[in-house]
């Protein structure tokens, strides 16, 4: 018989990615002040990613946990599946408050771009054209990725990690964060300016704007 996830791993992947998230970040904070701003901005978008896993898992399992237990195991692969994809865990840092995310953002997540930019801040490489290499485009480097870059998705990140309001369903969660270890959260300077409630009104204004006119 197929056996699904147990507890005891959904916990242990929860709280492993939050401390992944948190090293990750630290890393992403030490290369910024070195000016290494291409590797600060890759380590930065994987210290997302862990960072949207760990809240995605603790969700999943507390929703199980309180609602009508764990779904089957063929749904429990489905979902499990997705913590492998990079784009998915990027928009799942910003779905469960999509509205208080700047659209832009969200659109430059939802179309892939945030990967991309991952990658551009890794590889040299040529653009592609769907499976063909675009042999005419410029050439790709990652001392593209500016100090601008790195800064604000450092402080996007930043700002979830700081956040008050932030709990978990999985108890051992919240001890992860604390504060005289990771010090550096609370004094990094910076926002991103990607994220406020302010943003609402630009969901609202731009869903108003995509609903056909009957006339």
Known sequence: MQRGLSSYKYKRIAEESLRN?????????QLFNARSCPSA???SVLALEEFAKAKWVDHYYYSSVTNEGFPDYEFEQKWLSLL????????????RDIFDFSPKLVRFIQN???ERKKQQAVYIELERIGKSVDTTGRISIPSRIKKLD???IISLVNQEFAQNDMYFGIPELDTVIDVQEHQFIFDWPHRSGLKGRHFRKQHTAEANSAVPSHG
């Open 21 to 29: 998230a948190l090293r990750l970040h630290g890393d992403s904070v």
């Open 41 to 43: 901005f890759l380590l």
């Open 84 to 95: 492998y994809s990079h784009p998915e865990k990027q928009f799942a840092f910003v779905a």
């Open 112 to 114: 892939k771009n945030l």
């Open 150 to 152: 790195a800064k604000q």
